[in-house]
């Protein structure tokens, strides 16, 4: 989906010594003429691939430093200029479209109940359940509340608990599953 060069114009530089030229010597005569060559395409491909108007011209400066920063990385051997540097735009287009998708995070989201400091009746409910599920898991078979022990406290796979119990894998999973069904209807969660 990269645009074509236009390499049958007589008149078009050799963008390739151009972007040597950038990247050898920090040419901004020949930088100067990548970027008027390659901006206004570059701006066209990104309303292309569904930018707008102030956002492809973002790109574009984006776009554009990178490459008078990266020219050193640039091959002619690997690339043509025009391929290198649309690559370039391809995948700084993809980045903004994964940074618009992904909410902004906010420092006071980091804590729970918007920053809040736990009152002592959460501290209460947490020590309630805590004493609720030591007593669950008392009331358990010992074979599972030994596996669930092993996977949730002593953070093993399943694999592990097999072989340091010489039980088969499916054992263990079998047994899990029947103690995490009885403390989802300890706990009203239903099975």
Do not use: C
Not at 23 to 37: E, G
Not at 71 to 98: G, H, K, M, Q
Not at 135 to 140: Q, T
Not at 156 to 175: F, Q
């Amino acid at each position: 989906m990269l645009p074509k060069a236009d390499s049958n114009d007589p008149t078009m530089p050799d963008h390739e010594q151009l972007l040597l030229a950038v990247a050898r010597n920090r040419d901004s005569t020949a930088f100067r003429a990548l970027f008027d060559h390659f901006a206004p395409r570059i701006k066209a491909y990104m309303r292309r691939l569904g930018a707008d108007s102030s956002t492809a011209e973002e790109l574009v400066q984006d776009v554009m430093m990178a490459v008078w920063l990266r020219a050193d990385r640039f091959d002619p051997a690997l690339a043509s200029a025009s391929t290198w540097i649309y690559t370039i735009a391809r995948n700084r287009r993809i980045d903004r479209v994964r940074q618009e998708r992904r909410p902004e995070l906010q420092p006071d989201d980091l804590m729970p109940d918007g920053g809040e400091e736990p009152t002592p009746d959460h501290h209460f409910e947490a020590a309630e359940t805590a004493f609720r599920l030591r007593a669950v898991i008392g009331n358990l078979p010992p074979e599972q509340a030994d596996v669930l022990r092993l996977a949730y406290y002593e953070d093993k796979v399943h694999a592990e608990i097999s072989a340091e119990r010489s039980i088969p894998l499916g054992t263990v999973k079998t047994r899990l599953r029947l103690a995490l069904v009885r403390l989802r209807r300890a706990f009203g969660e239903g099975a």
